[in-house]
C-alpha cells in the first residue's frame, strides 16, 4: 500500500509580537519591561539582579514558555542538527528497527541521533521531551503505542506545541495521530489491516477457534489488532469467539501462560494469533510442553515480523511490518520541513502531516488446515 498523507493548515505564532518564529529573548525582554542583558543576568544566574526583576523575568519566561539552550545554532541552521529518539524499551526488536532507520536516514545527512527510554511511564515521557525541547533538538521522536485517551491527546498536543515554539518537531510513530491543527508529525503503519490479512489466512485454511492474543487491553496496537480479527471473522461469516480472547503484555510470558491455561479451559481452539512474534515464540513453547506439535496440531501466527520470526521451527508466519522504512520516512519528514521548501514550514511552525506505510502477511511453516475432532 502506497504511503498517504493528510496535511491541514497550522500556523505557529510568538504570543508576544504576532510574528511567526520561535520565541526570542527580546521577546522576554519586552513582555518583562527589561533590558536584554537583564534578562540573560535572570538565566545564567551569573550576575546579581533584583527580586523584583527576577520574579518579571521568570513570570514572562513561564508565560512565553521560553527556551534557553546551548544549542540554539542548530536551532537557526548554524550548528549539527540532532534528533531526539524516545522509546518505551530499547530491547524490544520492533522499536530497535525503527530507531536503526532513524539514526541510518540521520548519519546519511550528517545528524546526530540521541536514544532516550521511557519504560512506559508518562512522567518520564514529559521530562525526557522537556529535556530534549531545552537541548534544541531538531526533532523528537517518539516510538511505540500508546493509550489513547483525552489525556494523552493533551499531553502530545503540549508536547507538539512547545517543541514547535522552540523550533523543533514532534514525530510521532505507531502511535495514534493527533488533531489537525496540532504540529506534529505520525509515521503509522495498516496495523488493523494487517491483522484482517492474517486472520483470514488463518480462515482460509479452515480454522474456526481461535485463540486470540492482540496484546495489552486499553493499547492501540492491541485495539487495531482485535479488530482486524473481528472483521475478519465478520467478512467469513464465522462467529467470533470472545471467551477465546486472552490480553496481556507483549512477551514470551504472556503467550506460554495464555496457551498453557486455554488448554486446559478451551482446549478445542487449532490456532494461535498472536499479537507479536514474541508472544508467538511464548505460544510454541506452551503448545510443546503439552506435547502438541506445530503447526500439526496448533497453528501459530505472528506479527512484526522481526528477525526472530525465520528463526523460530518451524518459522513464523507473520505480518511484516515496514519498521525500518518508518524509522527513514519519520526522519525525511524532519528533514523535509528544515531543508528546501520546508525551511518555510520551519519557521511558520509547519503542517499536521499523517503518513501510513503498508503491511502484508509473510507465509512461513507454521500454519496448516485443522486437524479433525479439533
Not at 496535511?7 to 510568538?14: A, E, H, L, M
Not at 545554532?73 to 525503527?98: C, E, H, K, W
Not at 462467529?239 to 503484555?249: D, E, I, K, N, T
Not at 486446559?264 to 494461535?272: D, G, I, L
Request: proline share 5%; net charge neutral.
Amino acid at each position: 500500500m502506497a504511503p498517504t498523507t493528510v496535511r491541514s493548515g497550522n500556523v505557529s505564532q510568538s504570543r508576544t509580537t504576532g510574528k511567526p518564529g520561535r520565541v526570542t529573548i527580546r521577546d522576554v525582554a519586552h513582555r518583562a519591561g527589561v533590558s536584554v542583558a537583564s534578562v540573560s543576568r535572570v538565566l545564567s544566574g551569573n550576575y546579581p539582579v533584583s527580586n523584583d526583576i527576577r520574579s518579571r523575568v521568570m513570570q514572562v519566561v513561564g508565560d512565553l514558555d521560553y527556551v534557553t539552550n546551548a544549542h540554539a545554532r542548530s536551532l537557526a541552521g548554524g550548528g549539527t542538527p540532532t534528533v531526539a529518539i524516545l522509546v518505551n524499551d530499547i530491547t524490544g526488536a520492533a522499536f530497535a528497527q525503527v530507531a536503526k532507520g532513524v539514526e541510518g536516514a540521520a548519519t546519511l545527512r550528517g545528524w546526530l541521533s540521541l536514544v532516550g527510554t521511557t519504560g512506559d511511564d508518562p512522567e518520564r515521557e514529559l521530562t525526557l521531551v522537556n529535556m530534549m525541547r531545552q537541548q534544541g533538538v531538531a526533532a523528537v521522536v517518539l516510538l511505540g503505542g500508546a493509550y489513547d485517551h483525552d489525556e494523552y491527546q493533551l499531553r502530545m498536543a503540549r508536547f507538539a506545541r512547545s517543541l514547535d515554539a522552540a523550533g523543533s518537531h514532534l514525530v510521532l510513530v505507531g502511535r495514534p495521530p493527533l488533531e489537525s491543527d496540532v504540529p506534529a508529525t505520525t509515521v503509522d503503519y495498516d496495523n488493523e489491516s494487517g491483522a484482517y490479512a492474517m486472520t483470514s489466512h488463518l480462515l482460509s485454511a479452515g480454522h474456526r477457534r481461535v485463540l486470540v492474543l492482540p496484546g495489552p487491553a486499553g493499547l492501540t496496537t492491541a485495539q487495531g489488532r482485535l479488530q482486524g480479527a473481528q472483521r475478519a471473522f465478520e467478512a467469513y461469516g464465522v462467529p467470533f469467539a470472545r471467551g477465546l480472547v486472552r490480553h496481556g503484555p507483549y512477551d514470551d510470558e504472556h503467550g506460554y501462560a495464555a496457551v498453557e491455561a486455554a488448554l486446559h479451559e478451551t482446549p478445542n481452539f487449532t490456532a494461535v494469533l498472536a499479537g507479536t512474534d514474541i508472544v508467538a515464540a511464548g505460544a510454541m513453547q506452551a503448545v510443546r510442553a503439552a506435547g502438541l506439535r506445530v503447526p500439526d496440531d496448533v497453528s501459530i501466527t505472528g506479527y512484526d515480523d522481526i528477525p526472530l520470526a525465520s528463526q523460530l521451527t518451524p518459522q513464523l508466519t507473520t505480518v511484516h511490518v515496514p519498521y525500518e522504512e518508518m524509522g527513514r520516512v519519520a526522519l525525511r519528514a524532519v528533514a523535509d520541513r528544515r531543508e528546501g521548501a520546508g525551511a518555510s514550514a520551519r519557521r511558520k511552525g509547519g503542517d499536521a502531516e499523517h503518513l501510513v506505510l503498508g503491511t502484508h502477511v509473510v507465509v512461513r511453516g507454521s500454519v496448516r488446515p485443522p486437524k479433525r475432532g479439533r
